[in-house]
C-alpha cells in the first residue's frame, strides 16, 4: 500500500504533464460532489493555467448556486481531454447523465474517491472509504501542491466537509474534519455565510414536500423503521416538484428509537426513487446494492423499476431481514 503522499506525489505528476482537465462526478449532486468539482477546477485553471472544463448538469438543487458563480471559467470543454478526474463517484455509471468516460478512449482516467463500493474504475484510482468527504482527499492534495486557498476554494471545500458529514453531526466528524474547517475559515469560508445558504434556504416546494412526505408517514417494527412517501398524486396535486427533496429522509432518524428511514419517490407508477438512511445498526448501501444502487453504510439510494406498494414491500423485507441478523 502506498501512503497517501505517494498517491497524492502521482496526481501531482500527471497534472505537471497534462493540459486538458474535464472534471466530473455523481448524478444527483451533493456539496460534496459539487465543492470538489469547484475547488479543483479553480485551483487547475487559476493557479496552473490548465484547460479545464467541469461537466455539471443545472439539475442540482439550487442552495448549491452560491458555489458555482464562477462556473463560466471552467467551461473550457476539451475535444481531446488529457486527464477526466471523477470525483466522488463509485463507478462509471453513476457519472452525471450527458457524460462517458468511454466517449475519450485516451483520456487518461483519475478516479478520487471514499464510497466503499467503488470498482476501481480508473487508470489512477485513489479511494479512501474512510474519508469522511471527497473534500478532505482534494484538500490534502491542494495542501502538499502548495495551492493558495484562496476564499472561493475555501468555501467550495469548506461544504464538501459540512455536508458529508450532515453539519458535523455524524460519526465521520473527526478531529482532522474540525482542523480542516478551522483552517479554510481562516483562509476565508464563512461557516454563517455559508449554513445560511444551505439550510436556510428551502424553496415553498420543499415544505409541499415535506408535508406531503409527513402525510404519508408509516412506521413498522415498533417505530425502529420510518417510511415517508411522496407520492405522484399529491404532488401534482400541489403543483410541487420531485427535485426538491434533498434532507427530507433525514427527519426519519430524528425520531427517538428509530434504526432506519426511508423516503420514496413515486415518480410515475413505475418508477419509485428510494433513499434510505441508518443509524448505523445496519448497512443500508448493502440494501441497495442488490438491486443496483449504491452509496455508504448509513445513506443510500436505489431506483426501482415497480409500482409504489411492491417496491415498499420488497424494502421493507429487506430491512427486517437485516435487523433480524443484526439482533
Ligand atoms: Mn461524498
Not at 156 to 167: A, E, M, Q, S, W
Not at 200 to 226: C, D, P, T
Not at 242 to 255: M, N, Q
Request: aromatic letters at 10%; charged letters at 20%; hydrophobic letters at 40%.
Amino acid at each position: 500500500m502506498e501512503t497517501q503522499k505517494e498517491t497524492i506525489q502521482k496526481i501531482a505528476e500527471i497534472i505537471e504533464k497534462n493540459n486538458a482537465f474535464i472534471l466530473v462526478s455523481h448524478n444527483d449532486q451533493d456539496g460534496d460532489a459539487i465543492g470538489s468539482l469547484m475547488a479543483l477546477g479553480l485551483y487547475l485553471k487559476e493557479q496552473r493555467d490548465k484547460d479545464v472544463a467541469v461537466h455539471l448538469r443545472n439539475g442540482f438543487p439550487a442552495k448549491y448556486n452560491f458555489l458555482v458563480g464562477r462556473m463560466n471559467e471552467l467551461n473550457k470543454m476539451p475535444n481531446r481531454p488529457d486527464v477526466i478526474f471523477v470525483l466522488d463517484t463509485s463507478s462509471p455509471e453513476r457519472i452525471d447523465s450527458g457524460f462517458s468516460i468511454y466517449d475519450h478512449p485516451d483520456a487518461y482516467v483519475v478516479n478520487i474517491d471514499h464510497h466503499s463500493d467503488n470498482i476501481y474504475f480508473g487508470d489512477f484510482n485513489w479511494v479512501e472509504s474512510h474519508s469522511p468527504a471527497v473534500g478532505v482527499l482534494i484538500y490534502n492534495l491542494l495542501n502538499e501542491l502548495g495551492a493558495d486557498f484562496t476564499p472561493d476554494i475555501s468555501t467550495n471545500l469548506y461544504t464538501t466537509v459540512l455536508t458529508d458529514t450532515g453539519g458535523f453531526m455524524f460519526s465521520n466528524t473527526t478531529p482532522e474534519v474540525l482542523e480542516i474547517a478551522a483552517f479554510l475559515t481562516k483562509k476565508g469560508a464563512q461557516p454563517g455565510y455559508i449554513a445560511g445558504q444551505l439550510y436556510l434556504n428551502h424553496s415553498m416546494n420543499y415544505l409541499k414536500n415535506m408535508g406531503i412526505a409527513l402525510n404519508n408517514l408509516r412506521f413498522y417494527a415498533e417505530g425502529k423503521i420510518i417510511f415517508l412517501t411522496l407520492d405522484n398524486s399529491s404532488v401534482k396535486a400541489l403543483h410541487s416538484s420531485f427535485r426538491e427533496t434533498e434532507g427530507i429522509v433525514d427527519f426519519t432518524l430524528r425520531v427517538k428509537g428509530a434504526i432506519v428511514g426511508v423516503l420514496f419517490k413515486e415518480i410515475n407508477s413505475d418508477l419509485i426513487r428510494v433513499s434510505l438512511r441508518s443509524d448505523g445498526t445496519i448497512d443500508v448501501a448493502h440494501i441497495c446494492a442488490e438491486f443496483g444502487g449504491g452509496g455508504h453504510h448509513n445513506a443510500a439510494g436505489c431506483t426501482f423499476n415497480n409500482n409504489l406498494i411492491g417496491t415498499q414491500e420488497i424494502i421493507l423485507h429487506k430491512i427486517l431481514h437485516q435487523i433480524k441478523n443484526h439482533d
